[in-house]
């Protein structure tokens, strides 16, 4: 893992190949007196062509050269002779005590091995051990018979070896299977002493002044025992568990790994591996197979992984355009991610995805416009020497819609009563008109008393603002409430005008006697008071709502059917919305009695009429001229009083009759019920009543008589019940009225 997300391939590693053949190649090669010139010359062309094709195949093995026989004087022969060519030659080795002759296989080799192995070159941690192949330079002949088996090789431990090409197979058997080839070099070509070419335990043989030809080299080359490998390193990243994965053809017998840091070694073909720390280490790696050995050392470097920052949203303000696209220098990014850590070690880039930016892939050019409002970049930083450790991080790139600052109308209030030409102005009130339809939710309206203020978010005014003067320009800032960076600012002039004054009204009673019809011009002076009506105008209404809004303002001449509250509004007519209210209440007095009464009784003598109607403020005036709320009258007939309310004044009339139901009582009984204690004939004006018993005796009497008998008789004693008969006789009727009336004790 080299980020904050998954990673989920692998997108880097180290790769090491080698192939080698003949690891160590042995070049012996013959100066021996018998060699002129011109084979010298042969033998350093056959020699560079053999090296240079060896090299050109395995650029890893090590080339040695092994000089013998003794040079005649003339001869300039030096082993740097061998030195020239491109590649890497040990040391040359020069064997002096060779005894020299002209019999290679009698004196030459056996001599030459024998040394070699005596000083330590074919042993254990000698320059030579585990040669790959024996590659002999010489004119003499190797076909030649021996005098004698050779015995004198014991150290080499080749035992009694016969002359010829026998010889070198038990020779290469016994230094452990080395291919060993021997090239004869003949200057001037003689078809009938040059040997050819023959194949056989590893012998190669070449006359003919040494013109190899491919066939020749391929059979040397198939001859050899090679090791082709490669070997994929994964995760160099510190704390990553490193992956070794080993790629090979040949049979590996055994794999021993080495990781350079002091740690136990793995003979795992593909083993892991955590480093302790950052740093170099040098990975020897030692494989087996088919008895061959090779041994290569690599260096691989475990780096530091980066950390990814935190980066803030990138947020820019869109133009006029609005179309949420903007350019965005993404390098201005590179300070977050980094932090404190050097921009010389680690490299910042940026991705449209995350795929890009674990793989590497499609890196953005750093002024980018996006292709979307919030759109997400991904950022990734990774060590310079090792863009496998990484570390990726994201953030959005964000174009805040810019502000259009449309004109606002100038802001009028009315002046208190004090008219000092300052006002307290509800500033939120103005937010709709600065927004002109742009959402209250993107954009945010803050005022300012002046340009700067507004530009530097100094001083914001509060939402409620006294002003300073009768006409002052104030500074609306509209800006995105989302980046204050994003904003416009237009002016609003607060404009405070006079405000009228609405005197009040008294009530108004309209009597219902009267025209309910009424001029409501008749309030405006009272309403206007010493203002001039040039500048201000007075309307009616019906409701405070209507008066506010201007609504349904009422006629002049205005019809008063039922009481009512008339709204009047004075307003100053250059400047809007600047007026007063007061009201005048209009009732329609509604007389609490009726025009015409109607009274009735037996007798009209001393009548009483009342037209008391129970105000306090009423006053009576009687056709008669009386001015008492009730008179008394002696006679039937109409009798008219005039009653005054306040201003309004109604007559009403009452009609005395006699009434239709005076008949004389039937019965009385005295007994202080005050029901039916006397026998009350009062309303007959009465001349004389008299009573009689039951026997026809009289019993009482009287003259002048209203309701004095209770039962009594003329001595005042009293009667006992019974039926009693009376006659009397009326001042208006002659004829007497007879009776009887039923006396209950």
Known sequence: MKSLFSCLIFILCISFSYSQCNNKVLFIVDDSGSVDFSERQDMQASIQQLSNQIFSQNPSTEIGLVQYGQPDASSTSQPSYYLSYPFTINPTISIPDNPGGNNLIQDVLPNSINTMINDGLFTTGGAFENTSAIFIFTDALIDSGCSSVLTNCSSCNVPALSCGYTYLTDLSNSLGGIPISTYRVISSFNPGTADGIQQGAGVLIEGSNFQLNSTQIDLLTDSLICIDA????????????????????????????????????????????????????????????????????????????????????????????????????????????????????????????????????????????????????????????????????????????????????????????????????????????????????????????????????????????????????????????????????????????????????????????????????????????????????????????????????????????????????????????????????????????????????????????????????????????????????????????????????????????????????????PNNDNKNDYFDISYLDVDNIIIYNRYGTEVYSKANYAKEWYGQSNAGQELPTGTYYYVIKTKTDPKPLTGWVYLAK
């Open 230 to 669: 490669d070997y994929d390193v994964f995760n160099t990243c510190i704390g990553d568990t490193t992956q070794f994965t080993l790629t090979t053809s040949d049979p590996i017998t055994s794999a021993l790994w080495d990781f350079g840091d002091a740690s136990p070694t793995s003979s795992d073909l593909n083993p892991t591996h955590t480093f302790p720390a950052l740093g170099d280490y040098v990975i020897t790696l030692t494989l087996t197979s088919n008895g061959e050995v090779v041994t290569t050392t690599n260096t691989i470097t475990i780096s530091d992984i980066p950390v990814a920052n935190p980066i803030p949203d990138y947020i820019l303000c869109d133009d006029s355009s609005n179309d949420q696209t903007e350019g965005f220098d993404l390098s201005t990014r590179d300070t977050f991610i980094l932090a404190t850590q050097s921009d010389i070690d680690f490299i910042v880039n940026y991705f449209a995805n995350f795929t890009d930016a674990d793989t590497n892939q499609n890196p953005l050019n750093t002024n980018y416009f996006n292709t979307s409002n919030n759109q997400v970049i991904y950022a990734r930083i990774h060590n310079i020497d090792n863009p496998e450790c990484y570390s990726i991080t994201d953030f959005t790139l964000i174009v805040d819609a810019q502000p259009i600052a449309n004109p606002v109308p100038d802001v009028v209030v009315c002046d208190d009563d004090s008219n000092d030409g300052v006002a307290t102005f509800n500033l939120s009130s103005i937010d709709n008109a600065v927004l002109a339809g742009q959402s209250a939710t993107t954009f945010t309206v803050t005022y300012y008393e002046s340009n700067t203020d507004a530009v530097n978010n100094n001083n914001p005014l509060p939402n409620n603002y006294t002003s300073n003067s009768s006409n002052q320009v104030i500074y609306a800032k509209l800006f995105n409430t989302a980046n204050t960076d994003c904003y416009a600012i237009t002016t609003v002039n607060l404009v405070v005008n006079v405000k009228p004054l609405a005197n009040p009204v008294a009530d108004v009673v309209i009597c219902e006697n009267q025209s309910n019809l009424i001029n409501l011009n008749q309030f405006t002076d009272t309403v206007l008071g010493t203002q001039d009506s040039t500048d201000i105008t007075v309307t009616y209404y019906t409701s405070n709502s209507d008066a506010i809004a201007g609504l349904n303002p009422l006629p002049n001449n205005y019809q008063v059917d039922q009481n009512t509250t008339v709204y009047i509004k004075v307003e100053n007519v250059i400047g809007e919305g600047c007026y007063a209210i007061t009201t005048v209440n209009l009732s329609i007095f509604e007389f609490p009695f009726m025009d015409t009464q109607t009274l009735e009784d037996c007798l009209p003598n001393n009548y009483t009429i009342n037209a008391d109607i129970g105000l306090s403020n009423a006053t009576y005036l009687w056709d008669s001229g009386q001015t008492t709320a009730a008179i008394n009258v002696n006679n039937f007939g109409d009798y008219t009083v005039q009653i005054t309310i306040g201003n309004c004044t109604k007559d009403k009339t009452f009609t005395f009759v006699k009434a239709n139901n005076c008949e004389i009582q039937q019965g009385i009984s």
